[in-house]
């Protein structure tokens, strides 16, 4: 319960005898409380409801009433409860119980207060923490990598010098070509965990995202194949973004081809952009971004999953598909450029990557 109502109503609840409350009184008192407020009867069904808890809800007041919710099972205590809404994503509410009398019946009140934001906004401060401390321990892996890839590198070198004296064998120049490329996927794998640490070199432009795209549809055309049909939907004011336009083109082929793999090369993939002054959930509305969104109509992700997917090597592919890196290198680069990733995703029904990108600052 927030504030002194709400605290007042819950302590008159906790009365044994059910303290009787005025229904008239009782509504004045919290049509305006920030707290959801239900009352239910002993068999379920809705006699009251706030604003607040129509809203929690997502439903007019009017069709609460009588609505059969069923009886509350935890009384007196606080709880946590998932409030499943038809038109929109689920609430997380904190729920507690006090028994009252309504109309000289015995019912339940239930207040109820939606914590969604605080524990989304509590889970990416969780996300970011982790991966930061992750790519502290990436920077550390790279260094010493790089360090065995020169090595192994130089005695390359000196080795061919030191046989090119010898009478050509095709046996070992193929050895030198195939020991020469796994040095270059080395130093390929270097760059995608320093985009992880948040470490890579970065040369930021001010780039038209819209052009980028476009110039991308072809490739992307070949790279997902005919079983995947592709949307644009551009924003055709869009201001331009300060970003390294070659790491994005990165980035958007790695969702694309996550997006591909999730619908099983069959559906459709809508790659948007827009502006936003407020960016997504608890972004700072302070800002300006440009936010481009990747949805695709896949098998989407669990709650469970989501909670995992930036995390480096994680992957739900099939061995040998994937390293598990993607999502890890669009998070790192996007982050060090200045802006936020935020996915939704559903089971079923697809997922939607949504990239804020930091605008480019306006001419004077």
């Known amino acids: 319960m927030s504030g002194t109502n ?3 109503l819950a302590e008159a609840g906790t009365d044994p005898h059910l303290a009787a ?7 004045r008192l919290i049509e305006h409380n920030a707290d959801g407020i239900l009352v239910v009867d002993p068999s379920g069904a809705v006699l009251y409801a706030n604003p607040a808890a129509a809203a929690i809800f997502n439903l007019p007041p009017e069709k609460l009433l009588r609505f059969p919710l069923g009886r509350p099972l935890v009384s007196g205590e606080m709880t946590d409860i998932t409030v499943h809404r038809a038109a929109s994503r689920p609430a997380e509410v904190e729920m507690r119980v006090v028994e009252i009398a309504w109309e000289g019946q015995a019912a339940w009140l239930a207040s109820l207060r939606d914590v969604s934001a605080q524990r989304a906004q509590e889970e990416r401060r969780r996300q970011s923490q982790k991966m ?6 990436a920077a550390g892996i790279v260094h010493d990598f790089n360090n065995l890839l020169a ?7 000196l080795l061919k010098k030191q046989l090119s004296g010898y009478p ?9 070509e195939e020991l020469s490329n796994r040095a270059k996927n080395g130093k390929a794998l270097t760059q995608q965990l320093l985009a992880l640490s948040r470490q890579q070199p970065l040369t930021p432009d001010i780039v038209n995202v819209n052009e980028r795209i476009e110039s991308l549809s072809t490739l992307l055309r070949q790279a997902l194949g005919r079983g995947v049909q592709i949307e644009l939907k551009l924003d055709m004011a869009l201001p331009p973004a300060h970003i390294d336009a070659n790491q994005l083109d990165v980035a958007i082929l790695n969702l694309a081809i996550n997006a591909r793999d999730a619908m099983n090369e069959q559906g459709l ?4 952009t827009r502006h936003t002054a407020h960016g997504i959930e608890d972004t700072p509305a302070s800002n300006s971004y440009i936010c481009l969104t990747v949805r695709d109509t896949g098998c989407g992700m669990s709650k469970d999953v989501l909670a995992q997917v930036f995390e480096p090597f994680f992957t739900t592919k099939s061995e040998g598909k994937g390293t598990g890196l993607g999502l890890s290198q669009v998070y790192g680069f ?4 200045g802006g936020h990733v935020r996915i939704e995703s559903d089971v079923g029904k697809g997922t939607s990557v949504h990239l804020l990108l930091p605008r480019a600052p306006e001419a004077p």
């Open 6 to 8: 709400g605290a007042a």
């Open 21 to 27: 409350i005025d229904q008239a009184g009782f509504q």
């Open 132 to 137: 930061e401390a992750t790519g502290r321990m």
């Open 151 to 157: 090595v192994f590198e130089s005695g390359l070198t």
């Open 168 to 176: 050509p064998n095709p046996k070992i120049e193929a050895l030198f």
């Open 269 to 272: 993939l809508t790659i948007e």
């Open 334 to 337: 996007i982050s060090q450029s």
